[in-house]
């Protein structure tokens, strides 16, 4: 999910840290009331751009509210970037959020979500874009039994003078085109109590802007047991993005 995997929201049992233009998983679970939510993601990632490579690792705290239909949160991410050789550290975009259920048809869920980004990143060194994004999708999921399927796809726009500014897919640890058409499949399978399977594929077609097509790959397993849930993920970068393969674990604790 790749900024708007900070939308720390439930995405078929396993929470994704990484998501805006990664991005949509961001299925809601059903609960009887009101839940506070915290959590911390950890990243790790290795990266090959034509004229540099190096690696990131970073931590990522998130806290997040949600009613039976709405949920709102918010992260600030925190990079260590190697880049040929030099070490950066820094925060990367600030993410704010809000997502609710509109349809519940028997298996049958959707909604829509708005995320907004400011730029608390380095735009120059490659934590953050540089500009505020704002990123409004629709998701739709259909649950029987032990099986989920779920599907989005949205709209993610620079804000500001710097639209018609071109840096390609930016920045090198959440990567997005300045204006895209980001998507998003994935599939859940529910192995035992309390612990979950699936795999997901997502991306970004650059819309009246110069731009790269980006596509994303993953696998994923999510365990827990009353008000703590972990999640584990292994991402591949197939198409567009700097980063071959990203490794992601998250713990997040409900009140």
Do not use: C, K
Not at 80 to 107: I, M, S
Not at 188 to 212: C, E, K
């Amino acid at each position: 999910m790749n900024m708007a995997g900070r939308i720390v929201l439930a995405t078929l049992g396993l929470t994704a840290p990484d998501a805006l233009a990664d991005h949509h998983g961001m299925v809601m679970e059903p609960h009887g009331g009101s839940v506070i939510g915290t959590s911390v993601s950890l990243i790790a990632a290795s990266f090959a751009m034509p004229d540099f490579a190096g690696d990131y690792e970073g931590v990522i705290p998130s806290i997040s509210w949600s009613s039976p239909h709405v949920a709102l949160g918010a992260s600030v991410p925190l990079y260590r970037l190697q880049e040929n050789g030099r070490a950066l550290y820094g925060p990367g975009d600030a993410v704010v959020h809000g997502q609710g259920t509109f349809v519940e048809a028997g298996d049958v869920h959707a909604g829509g979500l708005l995320a907004v980004s400011a730029p608390t990143g380095d735009g120059q060194a490659g934590t953050g874009m540089g500009h505020a994004m704002a990123m409004p999708a629709l998701w739709a999921a259909w649950s029987h039994e032990r099986l989920t399927f779920a599907a989005s796809g949205g709209y993610s726009r620079a804000i500001g003078a710097l639209m018609n500014h071109d840096h390609g897919p930016w920045p090198l640890v959440e990567p997005m085109n300045m204006s895209e058409i980001s998507w998003s499949a994935s599939g859940d399978v529910a192995i035992t109590h309390g612990t979950h399977a699936g795999a997901r594929v997502s991306g970004g077609i650059p819309v009246g802007a110069p731009g790269t097509n980006r596509v994303v790959g993953a696998v994923r397993v999510a365990w827990g047991s009353g008000p703590v849930d972990t999640a584990a993920e292994i991402q591949a970068g197939i198409a567009g993005d700097p980063f071959t393969i990203r490794g992601v674990v998250e713990t997040a604790l409900h009140f």
